[in-house]
């Protein structure tokens, strides 16, 4: 019943979890903070919507405070500014934890991906926002090979390349302006 007949030639090990609109836990959020918890090396993410509530912030704060190399793209043009806004406010924390932040340069960055060490990465639908893990229906795919994991790694570091990291000045806002616009979509986060 685990594992049924299939038509793929490959023997890479992958689990996929899904998670929905219901009562109790979620098993995709879960699973990223396991994995950022057991990350010894790195973790880097792309995401284009970053809006993570005290607990999956706390979790790359400690990673990048117990030397982890964490990496977070995000989109440097948006499709919704006023997510952006939101963003950028959260990551401004991260910023002044020791997490690089990247802003993807050639257009909107939709990937959906993290990678922890050289032993799992997490390629799907779920942004790293609560309304992914709590309101959508959405669905991971956990890679355990390294194989895949060489490929999405040889992305990033094009990603990287396609990206400049920003300043925890640029992150809060460089005006008052923006800074008023962050810290309101910030407020708001939880109703994103």
């Known amino acids: 019943a685990y594992w049924p007949p299939h038509a793929c030639a490959s023997r890479e090990r992958v689990q996929i979890v899904s998670c929905g609109p219901r009562p109790g836990g979620n098993e995709i959020y879960d699973s990223l903070l396991a994995a950022i918890g057991a990350a010894r090396e790195r973790v880097w993410i792309a995401t284009p919507y970053f809006v993570p509530d005290e607990g999956l912030k706390a979790a790359l704060r400690t990673a990048a405070s117990g030397g982890v190399d964490v990496r977070l793209i995000v989109p440097g043009i948006a499709d919704t500014r006023f997510v952006l806004a939101a963003t950028l406010s959260h990551a401004a924390d991260l910023a002044a934890a020791g997490v690089k932040v990247y802003r993807y340069q050639k257009g909107f960055?939709?990937?959906?991906?993290?990678?922890?060490?050289?032993?799992?990465?997490s390629v799907g639908t779920a942004n790293l926002d609560m309304r992914s893990f709590y309101s959508n229906y959405e669905l991971n795919a956990l890679l355990f090979d390294g194989k895949p994991i060489r490929h999405l790694e040889e992305d990033?570091?094009?990603?990287?390349a396609d990206s400049r990291e920003a300043s925890e000045e640029e992150l809060r806002?460089?005006?008052?302006?923006?800074?008023?616009?962050r810290g309101l979509a910030r407020l708001l986060s939880p109703l994103l």
Request: aromatic share 12%; hydrophobic share 65%; net charge positive.
């Open 109 to 121: 960055i939709h990937a959906k991906v993290m990678i922890i060490d050289r032993l799992l990465a």
């Open 156 to 160: 990033f570091l094009q990603d990287f």
């Open 173 to 181: 806002g460089v005006t008052a302006f923006a800074r008023a616009g």
